[in-house]
Every structure is written in structure tokens, then in C-alpha cells.
């Protein structure tokens, strides 16, 4: 398995931008498929992008096209999700997340987590 510590979030007004981190611990990493999830309170967590292995496909949830990036850059061995236009519904914990697969909708399919790093959008 792969460690995953994130870093980044922030309190940040609507409309505005951050980035947000996940270091990736070990020599296997560029071989997963990496995510970001978020959980806000009471909801259950829902992915928000995926990345191949390889940096060259991405998914998006709805909510976040046009708005997030996901990249990586597997030579530092981190996972990047620049996140801008930033709306109050995008507040919670995020986490990122390494699998064999890219289902944003199966966050039981993925057995690597970090710890997460909480992201409040205020209006």
C-alpha cells in the first residue's frame, strides 16, 4: 500500500481558489490510479477527480467540471487538485486516494487513504 498525507486546505470566500496537495510515500506510486474524494458533514463521501496512472486521463465529478484540476507529477510523487471558483457547497474534508481503477462513484474500490484536509468556502 501506498501513505498518503494531504496538505493545502484552507478557508477561502466564494470564488476563490486553492490548491490542494497529497504526498505519496513508497516507490510504487506512478503505477496507481489516484483520486481526490470530499466529505461535508452529514453526507456521505463522493469523488470529485480521478487521474490515470500516467497523468494522461482525467474524470470529473458534475459539480466540478470546468472548476477543478487534478494533475500529478510523479517524479515528486504527488498528486495536485487546483480548485477555483470556489462555492460554499464545496466545503469539507477532502481526501485523496490511491486504487487499481478510476471509479469516483466506488470509494469502496479504493483501498488507500490519507488523512484529508479540511477545505470551508464562505459565501
Known amino acids: 500500500q501506498v501513505q498518503l498525507v494531504e496538505s493545502g486546505g484552507g478557508s477561502v470566500q466564494a470564488g476563490g481558489s486553492l490548491r490542494l496537495s497529497c504526498a505519496a510515500s513508497g516507490n510504487t506510486y506512478s503505477r496507481y490510479y489516484m483520486g481526490w474524494f470530499r466529505q461535508a458533514p452529514g453526507k456521505e463521501r463522493e469523488g470529485v477527480a480521478c487521474?490515470?496512472?500516467?497523468?494522461?486521463?482525467?474524470r470529473y465529478a458534475d459539480a466540478v467540471k470546468g472548476r477543478f484540476t487534478i494533475f500529478r507529477d510523479n517524479a515528486k510523487n504527488t498528486l495536485y487538485l487546483e480548485m477555483s471558483a470556489l462555492k460554499p457547497e464545496d466545503s469539507a474534508q477532502y481526501y485523496c486516494?490511491?486504487?487499481?481503477?478510476?471509479?469516483?462513484?466506488?470509494?469502496?474500490?479504493?483501498?488507500?487513504w490519507g488523512q484529508g484536509t479540511q477545505v470551508t468556502v464562505s459565501s
Open positions: 486516494a490511491a486504487s487499481s481503477s478510476c471509479h469516483l462513484s466506488a470509494p469502496s474500490d479504493w483501498p488507500s
Open positions: 487521474i490515470y496512472s500516467g497523468g494522461d486521463v482525467s
